[in-house]
């Protein structure tokens, strides 16, 4: 029942920017919490990478080879989360794939769910 969808992917020219939403949402009931959420990206033959990871109450991480490109926000009372992309290099290009732990039962356990990805492309 939790759906978890990204959104704002494309192509860009290097040096460009690229905005991405991922909303986390149930198809009936309510969301009580969300915990982590994450950002990875997968390029083509090669394994799903960190990107950056936010916590419920304000904590942000970001991989350290996009932390003076990418910043990463959190809009909790729309369960969305944001990935900010600039000065798009090729080696960018990627799925993005947004990942949400969240509690659907209101018991404080949070569960897993992937989203299918937004392909960012990265090319002149």
């Known amino acids: 029942q939790v759906q978890v969808v990204e959104s704002g992917g494309g192509l860009a020219q290097p040096g460009g920017s690229l905005r991405l939403s991922c909303v986390a949402s149930?198809?009936?009931?309510?969301?009580?919490?969300?915990?982590?959420m994450s950002w990875y990206r997968q390029a083509p033959n090669k394994p799903r990478s960190l990107v950056a990871t936010?916590?419920?109450?304000?904590?942000?991480a970001i991989a350290e080879d996009v932390k003076d490109r990418f910043s990463v926000s959190r809009d909790n009372a729309n369960h969305t989360l944001y990935l900010e992309m600039n000065n798009l290099k090729p080696e960018d290009t990627a799925i993005y794939y947004c990942?949400?732990?969240?509690?659907?039962?209101?018991?404080?356990?949070?569960?897993?769910?992937w989203g299918q990805g937004t392909q960012v492309t990265v090319s002149s």
């Open positions: 990942e949400a732990f969240v509690d659907s039962y209101g018991r404080g356990l949070a569960l897993d769910y």
């Open positions: 149930v198809t009936s009931g309510r969301i009580f919490d969300i915990h982590d």
């Open positions: 936010t916590g419920k109450k304000g904590s942000v």
